[in-house]
């Protein structure tokens, strides 16, 4: 990092916490994650004021050492001994002076900085739209740990369901929305959640309340999971990611209780997202158990679903099967939209290897390559592609090419053809 780089990452902190302290009306979601971390910010609640900016805090959390004397030039900066402070003395010369140093593409990721700089004339920067990019507070694992710690203080038994789900804030999630390819019936379906979110009181007032239980049926890696998880960062939701097969206790009679105990996280947490996985694991037991408490543990899930829904609750609940075939009437007529992930067709495929490989340097036919994969699924173009990038660094180069892509559909296909022999 250039010493003119690490100049305005600390201006950029001291200015944000001069602006923050002089408007009370800034609140959390106007810091940025490195502010939060910066200030100390760990809950949603009003942020005590005065913020302040140290030498200490500057190098736990930018790595930057000696903060105060790599601005000790700017005459607008003052340091204080005692406790190592560092301050803005003159905030309306130090904002220009930043602006001047090139410092436009930071303002327009900080929405404090955006609160101040709006007001000033030619920037053409707006604090609204820069907020808006902002990541919230409550999409954080900071926000998810600290909720959750207060839910198992108050309620023990919740601590079991924790547990037994798979727990993620919606800034730990790696998929997005614009990294998906989808059909455009999934589209229509994440627009009509997305409006019941935000027209949830409209809703409740008119009783609709058979809203936001999804079905994702479809083969292996078309991409179930990795639409639940992207709607977590679209819809600002934390995801409980719950595979029926774990829940099932070795002591059976606990079995309803976990259920019980995830359903009932799920509520505390929201909003939120409960997905789960393995849906089928219900009618297998249904039909192939005769035991009498997991059947009991199986009508206990579906009196769940019954019981939550968008509407009332804020959680939205996706359940996901391989195997819809093996799902009874009773298990069907509880989710109000079933979305089908079939295998891509090959303008699908086409537009997955674009997304899959734009930030590679390739040498590839896009069009033909995805008229050779037909039957493939995204999950198998990713592998493919990821076969054919060790294929490239083995060979000592970071180009993919046609040679390298023949290793990866090879791969593919070597795999499918090993699932499909018969050992007797």
Known sequence: MSGDSEILRIMEVVLTAEIFNQNPQLDINDLTPACRDIFSVTDNTAVKRPVFVSDGLIKRTLAIAD???KVSANPFVAYEEFGQRI????LEPAAQWFLKQGAKPIIEKNPVLAFFFENLDS???????????NPPFEDTKASLDARVSKLIGEDEKLRGAIDLVILLAPEEIEQQMEDLVCTPEQTAIIRKIQLAVNHREFLQRHRIHEVGKLLFVGPPGTGKTSLALAMSRTMHMPVLEVRLSMVTSQYLGETSKNIDRIFELAK????????????DFVAKSRVADDHGAMKRAVN??????????LVKNNVILIGATNHPQLLDEAAWRRFDEVVEFSLPNEEM????LIKVTSSLRCSLDYQQLASRTDGFSGSDLRMMIKEAILSSLMAEKKMIGPEDIEKGIQMVKNRDAIRHLTWI
């Open 268 to 279: 505390k947490l929201s909003p939120s997202i409960l997905f789960i996985d393995e849906f």
């Open 67 to 69: 903060a105060h004397q």
């Open 87 to 90: 301050r803005i003395t003159a």
């Open 300 to 309: 206990s899930l579906l009196k769940n679903i019954d019981k939550i829904n």
């Open 349 to 352: 495929r086409k537009n997955i």
């Open 123 to 133: 920037t053409g920067i707006s604090y609204k739209t820069v907020r808006i990019t």
